[in-house]
């Protein structure tokens, strides 16, 4: 970490990824080590909600037709198969990962483009692809929020995380992941994240950093 890396709690956001119930254990998508990170993600949004930082829960929505969907998944939708389908349970944020109260997805809204409020400070995004700045307006909420700091937790490291976070650093983010809030990651993983300077704090530092970030302010 150096004065051009290091972050800055104070100005920092979370950004989950593709935290859904169809990427739990025993379902549609199921992600190995996902639900095992789970109380992990839900600790650090609970504490960038209590500390009053923004927090984005990015999700993914593969419509009936399969026309949004990834080329590589493309026909398994064809064929039939409901994976994270617009209005089902299995595309809603995992259990114990949104705000007490909060609504389920509006999946037409997300679609549209929009961001949906789920509570003060939080909201829900729809990404068309791997990455959470593609096609999206992550980049411009964050900077309208003066956000320069994004933690990432999600699933999985190798494809959406990665490429999310590869995208922050080509916008000149500050980055900190949170390894055991992150499914698949390895440790050539990690290396290589601390090598374009990221870093690298388990869930329970990074919450406890933005806590005190929030302490200090107040």
Known sequence: MDA??????????????DVQRDTLDGRALEIPGTSAALAAMAALADAFRRAGRPIVHVVRLYQEDAGNVDLCRRELVEGGARIL???????????????????GLDADGLLA??????????????????????????????????????????????????????????????????????SGIYDRGRAELEGIGVALMDAAGLAEATLGARAVAG
């Open 113 to 182: 483009g929009e961001l949906q409020p789920l509570g003060p400070a939080e909201w829900a995004m729809y990404k068309p692809r791997w990455g959470a700045f593609y096609e999206t307006p992550l980049e411009d909420h964050l900077r309208g929020l003066e956000v320069d700091t994004i933690a990432f937790c999600g699933a999985n490291f190798p494809n959406c995380p990665r490429t999310s976070i590869y995208e922050a650093s080509e916008r000149d983010f500050r980055i900190v992941v949170a390894p055991d809030a992150v």
């Open 4 to 17: 051009h890396t290091a972050p800055r709690f104070e100005a920092a956001a979370l950004v989950t990824i």
């Open 85 to 103: 389908a617009p209005g089902d349970e299995g595309a809603e944020l995992a259990p114990g990962l949104a705000p007490n109260g909060a609504p």
